[in-house]
């Protein structure tokens, strides 16, 4: 298992290195280094086997490599598709490579985990909206959304405050360490709503 994920995060490295895009302010490799260290210590606390915590990670370093590929729409099949192109010839069973599809997927807006590893996922993904990351988050997905900077201050925050409000985290470790902070952000949200009228 070990031997997997290491040859994974180097490719993963390597993919987001030679497909490099200044444009991904947001979705680039300090995201998906953020999103597999959370999804490991989230692994921890649930003391997952050995392939279940292969699974989160391999699906943590691929789930977002389809936005170096296709852009942002439909990106969590391309990141599947390189995923299993990739673990084709590894002695990952088909089950196993199954199960990282679904983490991947689980990910896609509105996200609907069907099982923990799922729910691990994507509570790494979206773990910076619990944090003080998520003031310079914000920022940086603004600038790979709105590159010309088309949308108003008010029409953003009135979109960061819907996904807010309709974000969830799945697993009890996230909800008992992160609802607190993401109170937080949303109340600073609102604020800004507030000064912009």
């Not at 031997?3 to 993919?15: R, T």
């Not at 497909?19 to 606390?45: G, W």
């Not at 292969?54 to 942002?72: E, K, P, Q, R, Y």
């Not at 002695?91 to 509105?110: F, H, Q, R, W, Y």
């Amino acid at each position: 298992m070990d031997v997997i994920v290491k040859q994974v995060s180097e490719y993963g490295e390597k993919l987001f290195q030679d497909h490099s895009n200044p444009d991904l302010s947001y979705h680039n490799i300090n995201h998906t280094r953020s999103v597999v260290e959370h999804a490991s210590k989230i692994s921890q606390h649930y003391k997952l086997s050995a392939v279940d915590n292969m699974i989160v990670t391999v699906a943590a370093w691929f789930h977002d490599v389809g936005h170096l590929i296709s852009g942002m729409y439909e990106h969590e099949k391309k990141s599947v598709s390189v995923m299993k192109l990739f673990l084709l010839h590894s002695n990952v069973e088909e089950e196993t490579i199954d199960k990282i599809a679904g983490c991947i997927m689980s990910t896609k807006l509105p996200s609907c985990p069907h099982n923990l590893l799922e729910e691990i996922l994507c509570d790494a993904d979206t773990y910076h909206l619990g944090t003080d990351e998520f003031l310079i988050s914000d920022e940086s997905v603004r600038k790979e959304f709105d590159p010309k900077g088309n949308i108003k201050d008010a029409e953003w925050n009135k979109q960061t405050l819907h996904f807010l409000l309709q974000h969830k985290y799945y697993t009890s470790y996230c909800q008992e360490r992160l609802i607190e902070g993401k109170n937080t952000n949303i109340q600073l949200v609102h604020a800004r709503i507030r000064t912009l009228n």
